[in-house]
């Protein structure tokens, strides 16, 4: 499902700062299977899961049992996992991916409205058992048409607000981690247009953390307001590695701030690659960004990640790279 | 389903240990759905799995065997209720997860799953 060609990384050709680099590659459209999380799955989570469906089964089968068989059906779809779930997904990936996660379940919900019709319609016409299978099958096939449907449309209705759907409880943890570090960050955005600055301002109490930001979408205020080096620029283009890099290392020192960001992508948000850098005090991460989700998608999910890349370049340094 | 009920009121032994049974069978299948979840990209894709009928698969195998396929169309009669339920709760947490974070939001998801599947069972199915 990868748009377009993978893109080509760019070697930096500013001043090479000392932390290491960590690059991350994004592709918005990208489903699929992710083997290296195998390692993520941890038995106590589970743990956790089984003994939420077990107490669920439990209670259904008691209250069948006292309040009839309709009574302990209803409560077969008693969502008793999603707090745990979602917070273990918020600790780990963000209260972003934990929004995500709640968007697939309303797929998922409706997928099971279908599972139980089906089971109604055809349970005494044909054996249970098979009428239980058929059910999965159309939950599957319900929920997958559903997912795919909606991300279709959504691409084709296009724009719809200029703004992304961020919300400023996103950028809370970046501001909170900043503070407990005694850092601060500035931020240089071409595609997102302020956006990533004005959400870190948002956040309460982010005056002091937060030193501001520069909006330089042509190669001409990159270069005079980022220091981007012009000739990298007439080099590379607007939109490559190093541009970014330079932008975030340039708002840094321009603006004096322990933590510097930049975002470089095209200006109407259209397809195409984005770059998100971001540099701290002991490391370097860049982030590329390819795929459709429409420009809308597309802005918000430049945003997500110059916020994500912007909080981990703030924390303190602890073994090996993470996302 | 009183009658299931030993006079006293007590679950029956043989009732207890197919409610085991259930619980056993329904957390396994939790516990794979939630580990096929941890591995599939993006989030809101492995999402879907959150609303697998993961419970209901396991619980209505159980109900089939030890109470018939007519239990096991009356507890899917009730699952509907419960499935849309849940569709409106998953919607309010798109939002008050955003406002509230992962914990709170979900919590209040969960509120309105209580009041939208107790309302659907008192109006259509009592």
């Keep these: 499902m990868t748009a377009g060609t993978p893109p080509r990384r760019a070697e930096a050709t500013t001043a090479a700062p000392s932390p290491p680099v960590e690059h991350l590659d994004i592709d918005r459209t990208q489903v699929g299977v992710d083997a290296s999380r195998l390692a993520r799955i941890s038995p106590r989570d589970m743990a956790v899961r089984f003994a939420f469906g077990a107490t669920v089964s439990v209670a259904s089968g008691i209250t069948s049992l006292a309040l009839g068989l309709r009574a302990g059906g209803v ?18 990936e963000g209260t972003s991916e934990a929004v995500s996660d709640v968007r697939g379940a309303v797929v998922g919900a ?9 089971v109604v319609a055809l349970a005494g016409r044909i054996p249970a058992a098979l009428a ?12 997958t048409a559903l997912y795919f449907g909606g991300r279709r ?146 802005r918000g999910d430049t945003v997500r990640t110059a916020l994500r890349l912007a909080r981990s370049v703030a924390e303190p340094r602890r073994g090996a790279a993470g996302t | 389903m009183i009658a299931s009920l030993s006079p006293n009121g007590a679950v029956e032994l043989k009732e ?11 957390g396994t299948f939790v516990a794979a759905v939630a580990a ?26 159980i109900t089939d065997v030890t109470k018939g396929e007519m239990a096991v169309w009356q507890s899917a009669l009730g699952m509907i209720a419960g499935a849309v339920a849940m569709v409106a709760a998953c919607t309010v947490g798109i939002d ?9 939001g979900s919590l209040a998801a969960i509120a309105v799953w209580v009041l939208v599947a107790g309302g659907l069972y008192v109006v259509t199915l009592r």
Aim: aromatic share 4%.
């Design chain 1, 110 to 118: 409706v997928g099971m409205v279908f599972f139980a019709v089906t």
């Design chain 1, 153 to 298: 449309m959504a691409a084709a209705m296009g724009e719809q607000h200029y703004l992304p759907d961020v919300g400023v409880i996103e950028a809370e943890p970046v501001v909170e981690t900043l503070r407990r570090g005694g850092l601060t960050a500035a931020v240089g955005e071409s595609v997102s247009g302020g956006v990533v600055a004005a959400l870190l301002l948002a956040v309460p109490g982010s005056a002091g953390v937060v030193r501001g930001g520069v909006v330089a979408p042509t190669a001409a205020t990159m270069s005079s307001l980022l220091d981007v080096p012009a000739e990298l620029l007439e080099r590379e283009g607007l939109i490559t590695e190093a541009v970014a890099r330079a932008m975030a290392e340039g708002v840094r020192r321009r603006l004096g701030a322990d933590v510097g960001v930049g975002v470089t992508g095209p200006a109407d948000g259209a397809q195409g690659l984005t770059y998100v850098a971001a540099t701290g005090p002991a490391r370097i991460r860049v982030a590329c960004i390819h795929g459709d989700r429409g420009p809308e998608a597309n």
């Design chain 1, 75 to 92: 409560l077969l779809a008693f969502p008793a996992v999603l707090p745990a779930a979602l917070t273990l997904v918020e600790k780990r």
């Design chain 1, 132 to 143: 239980l299978l058929t059910a999965v099958a159309v939950w599957v096939v319900t929920s």
């Design chain 2, 96 to 104: 008050s997860v955003k406002r509230f974070r992962a914990f709170r």
């Design chain 2, 16 to 26: 207890v240990l197919i409610l085991a049974v259930r619980a056993l069978l329904a």
């Design chain 2, 36 to 61: 096929l979840a941890e591995l599939l990209r993006p989030k809101s894709f492995a999402g879907i799995l959150a609303g697998a009928p993961s419970v209901a698969l396991a619980s209505l195998l």
